[in-house]
């Protein structure tokens, strides 16, 4: 028998019948169903019994999976929740992909049961994340189809029955440590959004969250700790120093020979038709498994004994590669750090290469980057880019950032809105601060534009999702609204360039265009119908067509044209409305339809009286633009100019405040 399929059951009979009900309708024959029941109290083992399963006593999931696997007669095992539903041919691809990429244990995706967007793009985002990090943390999200060779689960001894939350997690890190572990690709299984429902989103995101960064630092949760309940009976809960026993033996090497001692177990176990040297290379995989990257040459700066009493850290700086604004507030920080600590720069495409020409230590990383069309965020395909490309960004980020962080031992993150910074922090317990303006929309209480609430909503869930509860939020801004959490919250004037304070400013004919996207064709198409001298950055060419001067990115070329323009048109980039109301140069913002961000700025441009706000452009908008252009610069010029140290003493308080001591 090729396949045992088995499922542990408490008080399941409206769901049951649909899982065996799509088992059997499988073309793929060579299996046998083993339900382990926990004494349910309505039909669920009178409808086993009515579809030839074979019974077993069951309990809590993990005792419930190894009471049938006890029994099993199949070459491969396959546990299920019985909530699940198998799509057509899910056991015939299952096996086919599972042997044919010569796996010891895997997962299979998940899509649900449930037409709802939300709820596909709360699945596909569950899959994303099992195959980025299968890899770096072979990871499953719930028992929705794992796979397994009998003999390795004999071997390993199968699921951890102490524990109460996450022993399908202890049971892939586990065994992929023994052989290959893989996200499935081809075979998806349905779902029930059951919990989804009943618990609500928020409350199962923490519940899942708190679980996954346990995992990915090595701890384990107990059910108790997430108020965790299967079925509808009590679970005794474990102490933590269990727990963390049960964390440490995750880590094992399993090379050392006492493994089979520790289990009882024998070679009897393995299957008489492998040959000795297959028989035992899950045994000594782990012995050697060594790293790609070799980072023994890597010279290492000494550090002083008493790490407590040296105020010299060493900072992980880590920095959105989207635009330039990021890149360009951050390296004035970092000149000033650099006075001081040791600082490590991470960032991606533009950014880095910015970064990478004016310090040392500066890594690269991968990014995510919003897709644009014709001015406007595309969400469907920045979520299908980020989806094809973050596996490999996801790979390289831990590759660079984790393996640098095990050698430089950082007392301090610091992210100016790079998520993988965030992670990292989690991942190595060291203390992190948010630098950026992007949370002003999650930390304050700002004015927006009522027709923009689905864009602000959106805007938050993003925010929050990608830095994930720092020591402190330092914000960068224009507009000052209150602070929501002034606790652990601090709002400065933006960071400006040194070399932008020394300009002196003039006034003549042209206007800057700068675009943080080369999508909108359509703004240049306008722009030729105007009877007006415009200077274009964000296109990245040199080139002149008719009253357009396109530039490719040059800080000398950027500076002298801005302080010669009469006005400035963008977006509503943050870096560029600063550095214009610096300038006292008058803005017209267009922000890209959809980036809240963007929107936030143009509108406060506007309500602040530096310049307009508009969704488009025409001839007519520009010319009452051109025309208020003195009343804005009359505004502007009560704006008073400020230097950068009151946040970069900010920022040194919480470097001594916050460093990790080791």
Same mark, same amino acid.
């Given at each position: 028998?090729?396949?045992? $399929?088995?499922?542990?059951?408490?008080?399941?009979?409206?769901?049951?019948?649909?899982?065996?009900?799509?088992?059997?309708?499988?073309?793929?024959?060579?299996?046998?169903?083993?339900?382990?029941?926990?004494?349910?109290?309505?039909?669920?083992?009178?409808?086993?019994?009515?579809?030839?399963?074979?019974?077993?006593?069951?309990?809590?999931?993990?005792?419930?999976?190894?009471?049938?696997?006890?029994?099993?007669?199949?070459?491969?095992?396959?546990?299920?929740?019985?909530?699940?539903?198998?799509?057509?041919?899910?056991?015939?691809?299952?096996?086919? &992909?599972?042997?044919?990429?010569?796996?010891?244990?895997?997962?299979?995706?998940?899509?649900?049961?449930?037409?709802?967007?939300?709820?596909?793009?709360? =699945?596909?985002?569950?899959?994303?994340?099992?195959?980025? /990090?299968?890899?770096?943390?072979?990871?499953?999200?719930?028992?929705? @189809?794992?796979?397994?060779?009998? !003999?390795?689960?004999?071997?390993?001894? +199968?699921?951890?029955?102490?524990?109460?939350? @996450?022993?399908?997690?202890?049971?892939?890190?586990?065994?992929?440590?023994?052989? &290959?572990?893989?996200?499935?690709?081809?075979?998806?299984?349905?779902?029930?959004?059951?919990?989804?429902?009943?618990?609500?989103?928020?409350?199962?995101?923490?519940?899942?969250?708190?679980?996954?960064?346990?995992?990915?630092? +090595?701890?384990?949760?107990?059910?108790?700790?997430?108020?965790?309940?299967?079925? =509808?009976?009590?679970?005794?809960?474990? &102490?933590?120093?269990?727990?963390?026993?049960?964390?440490?033996?995750?880590?094992?090497?399993?090379?050392?020979?006492?493994?089979?001692?520790?289990?009882?177990?024998?070679?009897?176990?393995?299957?008489?038709?492998l040959s000795d040297d297959k028989k035992f290379r899950s045994i000594s995989k782990l012995k050697h498994n060594t790293p790609k990257h070799d980072y023994s040459a890597k010279p290492i700066k000494k550090e002083s004994k008493n790490l407590k009493n040296n105020k010299r850290k060493r900072i992980f700086y880590s920095i959105c590669g989207e635009g330039m604004g990021h890149a360009i507030r951050s390296s004035v920080i970092i000149e000033e750090l650099i006075k001081h600590h040791d600082v490590y720069i991470f960032s991606s495409d533009r950014a880095y290469k910015y970064l990478n020409n004016k310090f040392d230590n500066v890594f690269e990383i991968g990014g995510f980057n919003t897709v644009y069309e014709n001015n406007t965020v595309k969400n469907k395909a920045t979520f299908l880019k980020a989806i094809k490309a973050n596996p490999t960004n996801l790979k390289e980020g831990y590759d660079v950032l984790y393996k640098e962080s095990q050698i430089v031992k950082p007392n301090l993150i $610091?992210?100016?809105?790079?998520?993988?910074?965030?992670?990292?922090?989690?991942? $190595?317990?060291?203390?992190?601060?948010?630098?950026?303006?992007?949370?002003? #929309?999650?930390?304050?209480?700002?004015? !927006?534009?009522?027709?923009?609430?689905?864009?602000?909503?959106?805007?938050?869930?993003?925010?929050? /999702?990608?830095? #994930?509860?720092?020591?402190?939020?330092?914000?960068?801004?224009?507009?000052?609204?209150?602070?929501?959490?002034? &606790?652990?919250?601090?709002?400065?004037?933006?960071?400006?360039?040194?070399?932008?304070?020394?300009?002196?400013? %003039?006034?003549?004919?042209?206007?800057?265009?700068?675009?943080?996207?080369?999508?909108?064709? %359509?703004?240049?198409?306008?722009?030729?119908?105007?009877?007006?001298? *415009?200077?274009?950055?964000?296109?990245?060419?040199?080139?002149?067509?008719?009253?357009?001067?396109?530039?490719?990115?040059?800080?000398?070329?950027?500076? %002298?044209?801005?302080?010669?323009?009469?006005?400035?048109?963008?977006? +509503?980039?943050?870096?560029?409305?600063?550095?214009?109301?610096?300038?006292?140069?008058?803005?017209?913002?267009?922000?890209?339809?959809?980036? *809240?961000?963007? #929107?936030?700025?143009?509108?406060?441009?506007?309500?602040?009286?530096?310049?307009? *706000?508009?969704?488009?452009?025409?001839?007519?908008?520009?010319?009452?633009?051109?025309?208020?252009?003195?009343?804005?610069?009359?505004?502007?010029?009560?704006?008073?100019?400020?230097?950068?140290?009151?946040?970069?003493?900010?920022?040194?308080?919480?470097?001594?405040?916050?460093?990790?001591?080791?």
């Open positions: 028998m090729k396949l045992s $399929i088995i499922i542990p059951t408490y008080n399941e009979e409206k769901y049951l019948p649909s899982l065996l009900k799509s088992i059997k309708s499988q073309n793929f024959e060579s299996y046998e169903i083993i339900v382990a029941d926990n004494d349910s109290n309505d039909n669920t083992v009178k409808i086993a019994e009515d579809y030839n399963c074979k019974i077993v006593q069951g309990g809590l999931p993990a005792v419930g999976r190894n009471n049938g696997a006890k029994i099993a007669k199949g070459e491969i095992l396959l546990f299920l929740d019985s909530d699940l539903r198998l799509t057509p041919n899910y056991l015939e691809d299952l096996v086919a &992909e599972f042997e044919g990429e010569l796996l010891g244990i895997g997962i299979t995706q998940m899509t649900p049961m449930s037409e709802k967007h939300k709820d596909k793009f709360l =699945h596909d985002l569950a899959n994303w994340f099992m195959i980025a /990090a299968e890899n770096i943390k072979p990871h499953g999200a719930g028992c929705y @189809g794992i796979v397994s060779k009998r !003999y390795l689960h004999e071997i390993a001894g +199968g699921f951890d029955e102490r524990l109460t939350f @996450g022993e399908d997690t202890d049971y892939i890190e586990r065994l992929s440590k023994l052989e &290959e572990f893989k996200v499935l690709r081809k075979p998806k299984i349905c779902v029930s959004t059951r919990r989804l429902e009943e618990e609500g989103l928020y409350s199962l995101l923490k519940t899942y969250g708190k679980s996954t960064i346990n995992d990915f630092r +090595g701890k384990r949760t107990s059910a108790e700790e997430l108020n965790y309940k299967f079925g =509808h009976e009590p679970i005794t809960a474990l &102490e933590k120093n269990d727990l963390d026993q049960i964390a440490e033996k995750s880590k094992m090497n399993i090379g050392k020979g006492t493994f089979h001692q520790k289990h009882n177990l024998k070679q009897k176990h393995l299957p008489t038709n $610091i992210s100016d809105f790079e998520n993988y910074a965030s992670m990292l922090s989690k991942l $190595i317990n060291v203390p992190m601060i948010s630098l950026d303006n992007i949370h002003m #929309i999650t930390q304050t209480d700002y004015d !927006y534009p009522k027709n923009h609430e689905m864009d602000m909503l959106v805007a938050k869930a993003v925010v929050k /999702a990608y830095i #994930i509860r720092p020591e402190k939020h330092i914000l960068t801004s224009f507009f000052f609204p209150p602070l929501r959490h002034p &606790e652990i919250t601090a709002i400065y004037p933006p960071v400006i360039r040194e070399d932008i304070m020394k300009l002196k400013p %003039e006034n003549k004919d042209h206007i800057v265009v700068y675009q943080t996207s080369d999508s909108n064709i %359509e703004l240049m198409k306008n722009l030729k119908k105007v009877k007006e001298n *415009f200077i274009v950055y964000g296109f990245n060419k040199d080139l002149v067509d008719g009253n357009l001067t396109y530039r490719s990115f040059n800080e000398d070329a950027i500076y %002298e044209d801005m302080r010669t323009a009469k006005a400035i048109l963008t977006n +509503g980039g943050f870096t560029m409305i600063s550095e214009a109301i610096y300038l006292k140069k008058p803005v017209y913002s267009i922000p890209a339809n959809g980036n *809240f961000e963007q #929107i936030l700025n143009g509108y406060y441009v506007k309500k602040l009286g530096y310049g307009e *706000f508009h969704n488009n452009f025409n001839n007519k908008l520009i010319r009452k633009f051109i025309k208020n252009i003195p009343k804005y610069r009359e505004n502007l010029d009560k704006v008073k100019n400020t230097d950068n140290s009151a946040i970069l003493n900010e920022v040194e308080r919480d470097i001594q405040k916050f460093s990790k001591d080791y």
